[in-house]
């Protein structure tokens, strides 16, 4: 067997920062508060180059645990707590010490023991709900990330609100799976966030720790700033068409923002009393946007190149771009209602997809 501890204290002298070795749990906490991007440091192990994904958090480096073991090549498994275990081999499994586990019976049987709010909530397969919502959606749309249990667990939040009792939900890997469905949900933010959920008094969680149902609940600190835009929303509400509102709320942005790359603004400083406009990028620009179309009911998502974001509506039975940044920079229309954002290439073109028909069930057939 290799000696552990050399090996990995020679992985670790041969980064440019201190790294610091997490778990899925931890490593989704840090997401919450932390900007995180991929890390371009040189790792080495025993003297020689190795691939590695890691991330640059907060200025130091951070590496997932599973990925240094299988590297190195002792195992690190899930046990009720992260365990490690330097004289087994890799596998990322804990040791079989009893019979493998039934294959849970398919979905076609209710799996949920609903029970009143404050009863235990116990589950008995890897994805339900109380309908199957996919059957609306374009069937291209789905991929093995993107699958039809993920967009019948968001879908059913969207219908129904956050459940207590029986939300729809699936399973989610730990890692680059959750990492793009996370994404998903921030791209739909608008006046309502929406985010990973796990009931309270799930008496079962150990058995199914990937569990992946949908919350979607106002933030307390946009409150005040929807108040602020009532009585814009309600104009918009007044004119004809949906293409008119949006047009309405890309000017009254423009009136509040200047553009200023590299500049950000919240949107609870955006809506709320200035005397000046606000500097502010793109990215401000599409996340104000959103929050404007979701307070007057108008489907809208984020959509972004490797350097610039704008919006996609839904308006008049089509998904048309909008780019509110671009707008306000050039004093006129530039990408108003456009059925196209040309020279530019979508970095998640199959998430846009799916989006869209989460939204909007069957409008890209």
């Known amino acids: 067997m290799k000696n552990v501890g050399k090996t990995i204290l ?21 997401e919450i508060f932390y900007k995180a991007i991929p890390s371009t440091n040189i790792i080495y192990l025993d003297g020689q180059r190795v691939e590695l994904t890691a991330f640059a958090i907060d200025g130091s480096n951070y590496v997932k645990l599973r990925d240094v073991g299988e590297l190195v090549g002792f195992n690190v498994y899930w046990d009720g707590a992260v365990q490690i275990d330097s004289d087994a081999p890799y596998t990322g499994e804990a040791p079989q010490t009893t019979a493998p586990a039934v294959t849970p019976a398919p979905v076609t049987t209710a799996p949920v023991e609903a029970s009143p709010s404050g009863q235990p909530y116990t589950i008995h397969t890897d994805h339900w709900s109380r309908e199957d919502f996919s059957q609306q959606a374009n069937p291209a749309v789905f ?16 219908v129904d609100g956050t459940s207590t009792t029986a939300p729809a939900y699936t ?7 959750y990492s793009a469905v996370k994404n998903l949900l921030g791209r739909m933010e608008g006046a309502v ?4 959920h796990v009931p309270e008094n799930f008496t079962n969680y150990y058995e199914y720790l990937d569990y992946f149902a949908v919350s979607a609940a106002m933030p307390e600190n946009y409150q005040a700033p929807y108040e602020f835009i009532r009585p814009v929303i309600e104009q918009a509400n007044r004119l004809d068409s949906d293409r008119e509102k949006v047009t309405y709320l890309n000017d009254y942005l423009c009136t509040l923002l200047t553009y200023n790359k590299g500049k950000t603004a919240a949107v609870t400083e955006i809506f709320s009393r200035h005397s000046d406009e606000l500097e502010a990028a793109c990215g401000t ?19 972004s190149t490797a350097n610039h974001g704008w919006n996609m509506v839904y308006v008049e039975g089509k998904w048309l771009h909008v780019d509110v940044s671009a707008n306000d ?4 229309p530039y990408i108003l209602l456009t059925e196209t954002a040309e020279g530019r ?6 998430q846009t997809a799916f989006l869209k028909e989460l939204l909007v069930p069957g409008s890209t057939k």
């Open 171 to 177: 399973m989610v890997a730990k890692g680059d799976e």
């Open 10 to 30: 020679t992985l670790f002298a041969g980064m440019l920062f201190g790294a610091a070795l997490f778990s899925g749990g931890v490593a989704h906490a840090a």
């Open 329 to 332: 920079l050039y004093h006129r």
């Open 345 to 350: 290439t979508d970095r998640a073109p199959e």
């Open 143 to 158: 991929t093995a990330t993107y699958d039809r249990a993920l967009y019948n667990a968001i879908r059913q939040t969207l």
């Open 193 to 196: 966030r929406y985010g990973h």
């Open 285 to 303: 620009y599409a996340r104000a946007f959103k929050f404007l179309c979701g307070a007057a009911g108008i489907p809208c998502f984020t959509v």
